[in-house]
């Protein structure tokens, strides 16, 4: 019962973090009008409850900047170089799969230069450090260090990758009009965003960001202060799938169309397949590399 109160306390805060944005969000629209849609308002507000929840919690649980992961600057900028690289290593060869068995094929009907290709090269590459900033300080800092204080670490990790992948599904499609926007508006397009968690066609991608949360909860935990590996990993892999969807087209019709969701032509079972390859390949080497130790 203890633990299960732990486990259930991020939900109470995302919960919080929805309710106030549902709330807020139909007085800012009243505001500004059509300027930016509702459910965009709606999303985007809930981000920022929730990044800044973070702040009050550190205090709360007295969690140091340390704790939450940050290294030294020098250090952390050379941190998030380390784990773009690894983030490279990581992925690459999912990519390189789906080329070669063609369930992605070039987009023919663009129409690159070198100035276009390293512009949209860069832009992708900001967007992505930011996103990745963002979720990780949330998620592999705060929550993780959070609940490993309160419950086992491989327990820990499980329940916060739950909360990341299944966060990115909260997504609301619905545009309402101004004029059809109440009070109560934001609360039922909340309804529509929680159906999307249950929603079964969702699993594949479910499966797969689950196991980039736990990819990543393993990366933090067995490395003292190593978020900036997880930003720089993280970076890497949003920063390579947008560049994917930019060069690529998701053939669903390929023979082996099921290695890949629709949620971004990348996440599928080729992805959880081929992590969690890699993060028992990991915990094998680190046992055969102890009991050679243990010989010598």
Request: hydrophobic letters at 55%.
């Amino acid at each position: 019962m203890r633990y299960l109160f732990y486990a259930t306390v991020p939900l109470w805060v995302l919960l919080a973090a929805l309710l106030l944005s549902c709330t807020l969000g139909y007085f800012i629209v009243q505001g500004i009008g059509d300027a930016i849609p509702f459910r965009q308002i709606l999303t985007r507000s809930t981000q920022l409850f929730l990044v800044l929840s973070i702040f009050p919690l550190m205090s709360y649980l007295r969690i140091s900047k340390e704790e939450l992961g940050f290294a030294p600057r020098l250090i952390f900028l050379k941190q998030l170089l380390q784990g773009f690289g690894l983030g490279f290593i990581a992925l690459m060869p999912v990519f390189i799969i789906l080329y070669v068995l063609k369930v992605n094929v070039i987009d023919e009907a663009q129409s690159w230069t070198i100035g276009l290709l390293a512009k949209n090269m860069t832009i992708n590459l900001l967007v992505a450090l930011l996103i990745s900033l963002i979720e990780e300080s949330l998620f592999r800092g705060i929550v993780l260090v959070g609940l490993s204080k309160k419950l086992p670490v491989i327990v820990a990790i499980l329940i916060t990758s739950i909360y990341y992948a299944g966060l990115h599904f909260l997504s609301i499609k619905t545009d309402l009009p101004v004029s059809d926007i109440s009070f109560f508006s934001g609360f039922k397009l909340l309804g529509e965003a929680a159906g999307n968690l249950v929603n079964p066609l969702n699993l594949p991608a479910f499966f797969a960001l689950l196991m980039v949360g736990v990819f990543l909860g393993v990366l933090r935990t067995q490395v003292n202060t190593s978020l900036g590996l997880c930003i720089g990993c993280h970076t890497c892999w949003v920063w390579q799938i947008k560049m994917n969807k930019k060069l690529f087209n998701t053939d669903f019709n390929a023979h082996y169309h099921y290695l890949v969701s629709s949620y971004d032509g990348v996440i599928g079972p080729l992805v959880t397949g081929w992590l969690m390859l890699a993060i028992a390949g990991y915990f094998a080497c680190q046992q055969m590399s102890k009991a050679k130790i243990k010989r010598v």
